[in-house]
């Protein structure tokens, strides 16, 4: 969704007030949690001495490394690691020229490139989560190439195998995904968030 609505902003603002909307938007909340749960987590030793994981994990570290992991999370260790896909969120807006460039002229065959590369490769340290450039592409294909999305037959199946897939890995079948290797790994996480 994000790659499909930032191309549709293209149409309305220059590249550089997209990202500086971005910035705004992404990457100045996750900062704000970041600093919060730092907080917190201090607050919390201060107050009853508990420990938490992340207070343990600042220790030791100088302010600059504070500051670009846990607070920038630019190496994917976010003091809120829930929120470290907006890091590679931000990071797939800044490469949308090329990713319109190459749309627009490789079709299907440019979002297959990007699929394979992270299926294979991955993109660290660029992105951490090799689906987000994943699905940018493919969302700022369809608004290059349709121009919207519209659910189909095709989307239905996709959804259904996913599922399915998906509910069988994680509770019927008790495979263990962590033997699973990069690629069927970003496989499944591929199935997942269809």
């Given at each position: 969704i994000s790659g499909y609505l930032m191309v549709h902003g293209l149409e309305r603002h220059t590249v550089l007030q997209t990202t500086r909307n971005r910035l705004v938007t992404i990457v100045l909340p996750m900062i704000t949690w970041n600093l919060v749960a730092i907080l917190l987590c201090y607050l919390i030793y201060k107050g009853i001495g508990h420990e938490l994981d992340l207070y343990k994990d600042l220790q030791g570290r100088s302010l600059l490394s504070v500051i670009a992991s846990k607070v920038l999370a630019l190496d994917n260790h976010g003091a809120t690691e829930a929120l470290n896909f907006l890091r590679d969120?931000?990071?797939?807006?800044?490469?949308?020229?090329?990713?319109?460039?190459?749309?627009?002229?490789?079709?299907?065959?440019?979002?297959?490139?990007?699929?394979?590369?992270?299926?294979?490769?991955?993109?660290?340290?660029?992105?951490?989560?090799?689906?987000?450039?994943?699905?940018?592409?493919?969302?700022?294909?369809?608004?290059?190439?349709y121009g919207h999305i519209r659910y189909n037959a095709l989307l239905i199946t996709l959804t259904i195998v996913s599922v399915v897939t998906v509910a069988t890995i994680d509770y019927l079948g008790g495979i263990d995904r962590e033997s699973f290797g990069r690629a069927a790994e970003t496989l499944y996480g591929i199935f997942k968030r269809l």
């Amino acid at each position: 969704i994000s790659g499909y609505l930032m191309v549709h902003g293209l149409e309305r603002h220059t590249v550089l007030q997209t990202t500086r909307n971005r910035l705004v938007t992404i990457v100045l909340p996750m900062i704000t949690w970041n600093l919060v749960a730092i907080l917190l987590c201090y607050l919390i030793y201060k107050g009853i001495g508990h420990e938490l994981d992340l207070y343990k994990d600042l220790q030791g570290r100088s302010l600059l490394s504070v500051i670009a992991s846990k607070v920038l999370a630019l190496d994917n260790h976010g003091a809120t690691e829930a929120l470290n896909f907006l890091r590679d969120l931000f990071i797939c807006g800044l490469f949308i020229k090329p990713l319109v460039w190459g749309a627009k002229r490789g079709g299907w065959l440019f979002v297959a490139l990007i699929w394979v590369f992270g299926i294979c490769f991955g993109f660290e340290p660029v992105a951490y989560r090799d689906t987000i450039p994943m699905f940018f592409a493919l969302g700022a294909f369809i608004a290059i190439q349709y121009g919207h999305i519209r659910y189909n037959a095709l989307l239905i199946t996709l959804t259904i195998v996913s599922v399915v897939t998906v509910a069988t890995i994680d509770y019927l079948g008790g495979i263990d995904r962590e033997s699973f290797g990069r690629a069927a790994e970003t496989l499944y996480g591929i199935f997942k968030r269809l």
